[in-house]
């Protein structure tokens, strides 16, 4: 199984629709979760952690279930300006370490 | 706000020269990270850096590559004899502490001919 594992898509989803997006981890004991937006050709830039309780952001929502291992991220009422890769990052925090394990990325268009 | 500045933007380079990459990263984060991204492909962990050596290195990572913070500041990752395969973006990363989001800065894309 792979450390972090995403669909890579695409997901074309029309503007105003509810897109969401699964990630799983192998690693039971990591620590820390967090969504990152790629542009193409650019940095990944945070677009917010997860949190145990689940967090919300605006029209974005993510949610991590650890028994089952994923995390997930919802996009609420999509823009046009959505369209990027999300990027799934996992901390696994083994041995005091801090290596941070990136999914391939799930790629989203939205269609005007 | 802080950011990690790397440069250069974009390098080009002949197969087996050596060249160095370098960062400045967020001046109060203690983390400090290379990763690497083929064209179209995921981001790749190279290595990461603490308190001045390497915490932890991936099979990427081989005796071509070596990192160095050489005064406090700036964080170099050098590709000793490169190769065509080395052709990627180089991003650098720094976290404040453990568990905290990466930050990232803009890479340096190495092409190699």
Known sequence: ?112 | EPEVTQTPSHQVTQMGQEVILRCVPISNHLYFYWYRQILGQKVEFLVSFYNNEISEKSEIFDDQFSVERPDGSNFTLKIRSTKLEDSAMYFCASVREGNSPLHFGNGTRLTVT
């Open chain 1, 1 to 112: 199984r792979k450390e972090v594992e995403q669909d890579p898509g695409p997901f074309n989803v029309p503007e105003g629709a509810t897109v969401a997006f699964n990630c799983t981890y192998s690693n039971s004991a990591s620590q820390s979760f967090f969504w990152y937006r790629q542009d193409c050709r650019k940095e990944p830039k945070l677009l917010m952690s997860v949190y145990s309780s689940g967090n919300e952001d605006g029209r974005f929502t993510a949610q991590l279930n650890r028994a089952s291992q994923y995390i997930s991220l919802l996009i609420r009422d999509s823009k046009l300006s959505d369209s990027a890769t999300y990027l799934c990052v996992v901390n696994p925090s083994t041995s005091g370490t801090y290596k941070y394990i990136f999914g391939t990325g799930t790629r989203l268009k939205v269609l005007a």
